[in-house]
């Protein structure tokens, strides 16, 4: 069975501070892939970064990396210096044969 | 490279009533996907289709609700008749493969958001 787990319902943040978004992963299939969207307010889910199950390096895409731990089935989001416009959610998913999706995250960048 | 594109934005009907939802997809895109977010929760799969063709649609609740995709393109998803329990945001994506199973990165459109009364 696929699940995938988001324990952080909020989550606030200093502007230009770094923050990890939790997210563990649980699928008895070796090839996998993991996500990461964020939905602002306005409801559109804007596509982050990927991980696949056998990649080596942990992913990266400009203020965003993936914190991947294979054996703990861990895939937790880092955010570096935050950003005001930072302010969503963000959800975790993992695909399979079908994609699912966390609960998400509400991430608030304080000033 | 425009996006996903959704149609209506918004949608208030009376339960009992029908709607529907219109979704383009990324330009070349062979897999579309309609899910339904409910307030609170990530989004849910409905219906998975392959250029025209149903991959899975084993989450639709098949007594109200239908999908087509005709041409391959375009994709229509209708509510017939609309419960207050379908009152949601209804997200359409469409995906690419980067390399190998579970690798397809889905772009979602901005979504429709349906209050049913």
């Known amino acids: 069975a696929q699940k995938i787990t988001q324990t952080q319902p909020g989550m606030f943040v200093q502007e230009k501070e770094a923050v990890t978004l939790d997210c563990t992963y649980d699928?008895?299939?070796?090839?996998?892939?993991l996500f990461w969207y964020k939905q602002p307010s306005s409801g559109e889910m804007i596509f982050l970064i990927y991980q696949g199950s056998y990649d080596q390096q942990n992913a990266t895409e400009g203020r965003y990396s993936l914190n991947f731990q294979k054996a703990r089935k861990s895939a937790n989001l880092v955010i570096s210096a935050s950003q005001l416009g930072d302010s969503a959610m963000y959800f975790c998913a993992m695909r399979v044969y079908d994609m699912r999706f966390g609960a998400g995250t509400r991430l608030t960048v304080k000033p | 490279e425009a996006g996903v594109a959704q149609s209506p934005r918004y949608k208030i009907i009376e339960k009992r009533q029908s709607v529907a939802f219109w979704c383009n997809p990324i330009s070349g895109h062979a897999t579309l996907y309609w899910y339904q977010q409910i307030l609170g929760q990530g989004p849910k799969l409905l219906i998975q289709?392959?250029?025209?063709?149903?991959?899975?649609d084993s989450q639709l609740p098949k007594d109200r609700f239908s999908a087509e995709r005709l041409k391959g393109v375009d994709s229509t998803l209708k509510i017939q008749p609309a419960k207050l329990e379908d009152s949601a945001v209804y997200l359409c994506?469409?995906?690419?493969?980067?390399?190998?199973?579970?690798?397809?990165?889905?772009?979602f459109g901005p979504g429709t958001r349906l209050l049913v009364l």
């Open positions: 289709f392959q250029n025209n063709g149903v991959v899975d």
């Open positions: 994506a469409s995906s690419v493969v980067i390399s190998g199973r579970g690798s397809e990165t889905q772009y």
């Open positions: 699928t008895s299939d070796p090839s996998y892939g």
